[in-house]
Nanobody, 115 residues
Framework: QVQLRESGGGLVQPGGSLRLSCAASGSIFRINDMAWYRQRPGKEREFVAAISRGGSTTYRDSVKGRFAISRDNGKNTAYLQMNILKPEDTAVYYC?????????WGQGTQVTVSS
């Protein structure tokens, strides 16, 4: 079993930045794709960004040019740099990882964008 632990969330003003981290531990064979999702209260969880083991990235249209996903394969860690944050970015952000076909979710970290 693989465990994912997100960190880096917090309160930030509109236009500000935050950097989220997702560290994988446990029975890791090979982490393939890693991704970030987010969820607002009463809403469905939605895709934000993903990165392959080789570094190919995909983004939700609303975050393109503002967010950047990256990873360190040696540390089994993914990151989400969030810039020019908007109130609508407020959500719990979750990390997802594919460990050789076994998909795991993290516990989530709260991001609040407000004046």
């Amino acid at each position: 079993q693989v465990q994912l632990r997100e960190s880096g969330g917090g309160l930030v003003q509109p236009g500000g930045s935050l950097r989220l981290s997702c560290a994988a531990s446990g029975s890791i064979f090979r982490i393939n794709d890693m991704a970030w999702y987010r969820q607002r209260p009463g809403k469905e969880r939605e895709f934000v960004a993903a990165i392959s083991r080789g570094g190919s990235t995909t983004y939700r249209d609303s975050v393109k040019g503002r967010f950047a996903i990256s990873r360190d394969n040696g540390k089994n860690t993914a990151y989400l740099q969030m810039n020019i944050l908007k109130p609508e970015d407020t959500a719990v952000y979750y990390c997802k990882a594919d460990n050789s076909g076994d998909y795991t979710w993290g516990q989530g970290t709260q991001v609040t964008v407000s004046s």
